[in-house]
């Protein structure tokens, strides 16, 4: 199973632009909020229509702007879960899971069990925890049968302990489901771990799409690298003896590999390293934050530049706790960005 | 006492309120859906009839359905039922009257589904009619229902289109509202007090039963 999409959609004020494929595997959507992400969903679904474009699930178009097609959702086979789960209010559990049934292997009583549900099938959504709501969303969703399964935000109406339970759940249907998966998420950790393929949606287009493990490595633009968490952005402009000055930082750093097109230079902080070598700068401590397995600490290079955080080991920092500090930013840790 | 003018009033009023019951909300839910523009339009002329006094909203019954006109005279031939002046005319008049309480009050509850649920089932391949009344339907029943009792009620009080279209005729036609008229007019005040009294008396349980209703909505 597969989908292509090329789509482009005008709102007042923004504009969708989307286009990828994804064959039989994951793909994490990151953005933040108003990038597009859920309208992409929908769009697929089939509840919102492009202006202009294609989709093809399964080798099926379902929408083709120049063709005049158009199939409406309930013929595109496809699964949506919704960020707020969207159960039927007045079903029960066990009824929200049986109304869209169709037969693909999956079967109500084996759900039920599987997804821990057996002491609520007979509850109100309304009577139930926020992890069992959503359960019952992605049963009900499962056994619709879709070509395609689509996640917004799962983890986002979470408690924090419920997320690492919920990801390994989804891991193992993710694992177990024969065909596309796209799963919409502003967290980078989860679909890290959950998604084989990432794109990066900023402003209503794809900046940049591929192995998961080669958009976090490199980013390459601005926003993918804040979505992909890099803390350390600075403006960068090349000097003339090969150097490049990071404006907001500013500081000057060797990068062999600077490009003219890298507007921006970034580090994420646990790449930033304690002590002298190449790129070393003596850096004013403002603050230490310390979190569960480590600090973040706050540093300036200069009186009105923009602080950079490091991400320092808890013993290490407890030894070193002082006013200033040397640390370095190797090249080979250097991330050049677009715009 | 005849107790004519009620059993003709509560059938009236019956019969009105299960006509507007459902044409009612399937107009707020095909409405509801319409582009925000036709919207508009459409919903000022589907709640005119709050509005305009009852006796213009008779005079246009009596347009439509007299028996020289379009639609009365029309079927008049066809099937020989006189439309205006006969117990069933009421109905018209009450039907058009209390329509927009019916309309109104399911189409706030229609808006207050969360789009997210209509979305999924669309989503999860269920059908446009089992979605209004499996789902939609349901979760508005309180909204509804609410609707329904307020229509009975403005159904029974309804006067002025009716006392138009279908008059005031002694075992035939009279209402209670029309009723009351009619005995007060030709000084049985006695009576008229009786009938005032049961037309209270009704209305004030209709009302309870509302109250109970939207008490079980929060």
Redesign the interface.
Known sequence: MSLCLDIRKKFPGFSLNVSFDVGDESLAVLGASGSGKSLTL?CI???VKPDEGRIIIDGVTVFDSVKGINI?????????M?Q?Y??????TVEENIR??R?HCGNETDELIRRFGLESVRNLLPSQISGGQKQRTALA??LL?CPKILMLDEPFSALDSHLRFQTERELSEVFREFHGTVILVSHSMEESYRLCGKTAVLHGGHVEISGATDDVFRSPKTKQAAILTGCKNISRSLGTHDGKIHASDWDIELQCPDYHVDAKYIGIRSHKIIHGGGVNSFMFRVIQAVENPFSFTVMLLAKENASPVFWEADKTLWREIESDTVKISFPPENLLMLKE | MDFYPLYNSLRVALVSCVVVFFTGIIAAWHVSKLPAMIRGVVDVILTLPLVLPPTVTGYFLLRLLGPRRLIGAWVMSHFGVRLSMSWHSAIFASVVVSFPLMYRTSRGAFESV?K??I?????????DSFTFWR?VV??C?KGITAGAVLSFARALGEYGATSMIAGYIPGKTAIISTTVYHLWRTGNDELAMKWVLVNVAISFAVLIALNVIERGKS
Do not use: E
């Open positions: 929908s679904a089939g509840i409406p959702p309930q013929r595109r086979r496809t699964g949506l919704f707020d969207a159960l039927f209010p007045n079903m109304v869209s169709r009900r969703t619709s | 969360s997210n649920i979305h999924s089932a669309k989503i999860l391949g269920l059908s789902i349901p979760c029943k």
